[in-house]
């Protein structure tokens, strides 16, 4: 498999896509806001960059629902298999590193049901509560499983609880997928320019309807603290819709949070590299073509 991940606004998905024309790919999506219909622009799907492309693991379940990584680990090995079965290059493409990693090292997960007695009892913590408890837990289980610096809510904190109290009664052993061997590239883009990028893509999304996306998903009955789960476009722009920020408080907010998502982005790759991967970096700035040649050399120096 090659791997091909980034930051946001890194130019991912179009070299993604430019690579499988080449070496007759199908792109698998590492992304765990672009598994829910119809929230598009917020998750920057930008479908039209992968043009006759095959894609997977896009639009497959419902706004509202929480898709976790237990449930993508198996839909990708399906996926993975289907595509090797069909004698194609399978290509594992974006920007969750929690998903890309459970993936290529074949984690073992099981799935971990609601624990309404231990919600009720970290009902009305604060954030930083809630943080502080996961942290404990964390250390406790020694578990590098779950990115405290990701905990945006005090909805997901919970949840991140639920699933570390979980695993510290019952280790994890359930069921076994194996490690996935892939060539690893990772999209480098200067700090500056990627700030550019966000800040100018975050405008152009506003502007293309942005807005429009969130609140046709309120409208449709989905609660507002579902969509705040989702975090960064979807959190900002529902309170902005419900009235508790202004747009330009919305915006400014905003901006901030996806800058220090991208910079959590890249210390979650960097922390791979400490773990035993190896991503081959290579420019954002380079032409297209020369990207793709890059990889496809490295591709084939790895067979």
């Given at each position: 498999?090659?791997?091909?991940?980034?930051?946001?606004?890194?130019?991912?998905?179009?070299?993604?896509?430019?690579?499988?024309?080449?070496?007759?790919?199908?792109?698998?999506?590492?992304?765990?806001r672009q598994v829910y219909r119809?929230?598009?622009?917020?998750?920057?799907?930008?479908?039209?960059?992968?043009?006759?492309?095959?894609?997977?693991?896009?639009?497959?379940?419902?706004?509202?629902?929480?898709?976790?990584?237990?449930?993508?680990?198996?839909?990708?090995?399906?996926?993975?298999?289907?595509?090797?079965?069909?004698?194609?290059?399978?290509?594992?493409?974006?920007?969750?590193?929690?998903?890309?990693?459970?993936?290529?090292?074949?984690?073992?997960?099981?799935?971990?049901?609601?624990?309404?007695?231990?919600?009720?009892?970290?009902?009305?913590?604060?954030?930083?509560?809630?943080?502080?408890?996961?942290k404990d837990l964390k250390a406790?289980?020694?578990?590098?499983?779950?990115?405290?610096?990701?905990?945006?809510?005090?909805?997901?904190?919970?949840?991140?609880?639920?699933?570390?109290?979980?695993?510290?009664?019952?280790?994890?052993?359930?069921?076994?997928?194996?490690?996935?061997?892939?060539?690893?590239?990772?999209?480098?883009?200067?700090?500056?320019?990627?700030?550019?990028?966000?800040?100018?893509?975050?405008?152009?999304?506003?502007?293309?309807?942005?807005?429009?996306e969130v609140r046709g998903l309120?409208?449709?009955?989905?609660?507002?603290?579902?969509?705040?789960?989702?975090?960064?476009?979807?959190?900002?722009?529902?309170?902005?819709?419900?009235?508790?920020?202004?747009?330009?408080?919305?915006?400014?907010?905003?901006?901030?949070?996806?800058?220090?998502?991208?910079?959590?982005?890249?210390?979650?790759?960097?922390?791979?590299?400490?773990?035993?991967?190896?991503?081959?970096?290579?420019?954002?700035?380079?032409?297209?073509?020369?990207?793709?040649?890059?990889?496809?050399?490295?591709?084939?120096?790895?067979?």
């Open positions: 498999m090659i791997t091909i991940l980034g930051p946001t606004a890194s130019g991912k998905t179009p070299l993604a896509a430019a690579l499988a024309r080449e070496v007759n790919g199908e792109i698998i999506s590492a992304d765990s119809r929230m598009d622009i917020g998750t920057g799907k930008d479908l039209s960059d992968y043009g006759d492309i095959p894609y997977h693991l896009i639009d497959i379940c419902e706004p509202g629902t929480k898709y976790n990584l237990f449930q993508y680990q198996q839909d990708f090995f399906d996926v993975y298999q289907m595509i090797v079965g069909k004698g194609k290059q399978p290509i594992l493409c974006g920007g969750t590193g929690l998903y890309i990693e459970a993936v290529l090292k074949g984690y073992n997960l099981s799935p971990v049901p609601q624990n309404q007695a231990l919600r009720n009892e970290l009902d009305g913590k604060s954030l930083s509560e809630l943080t502080a408890i996961l406790e289980n020694s578990s590098n499983m779950h990115n405290t610096t990701d905990v945006d809510s005090c909805q997901r904190a919970i949840r991140a609880i639920e699933i570390e109290t979980y695993n510290k009664e019952h280790p994890m052993s359930l069921r076994e997928l194996p490690p996935i061997p892939s060539v690893i590239v990772g999209v480098n883009i200067d700090r500056e320019l990627r700030r550019e990028k966000i800040t100018r893509r975050l405008k152009a999304r506003l502007e293309d309807g942005m807005v429009d309120l409208n449709e009955g989905i609660p507002a603290e579902d969509l705040i789960y989702y975090g960064l476009e979807y959190k900002y722009l529902t309170e902005y819709i419900i009235g508790r920020l202004s747009f330009d408080e919305m915006f400014r907010q905003l901006e901030i949070a996806i800058h220090q998502f991208a910079k959590r982005q890249m210390t979650w790759f960097r922390g791979m590299e400490r773990r035993g991967f190896t991503i081959h970096w290579i420019d954002a700035t380079l032409p297209m073509n020369k990207k793709v040649e890059q990889i496809m050399r490295l591709a084939a120096s790895h067979q």
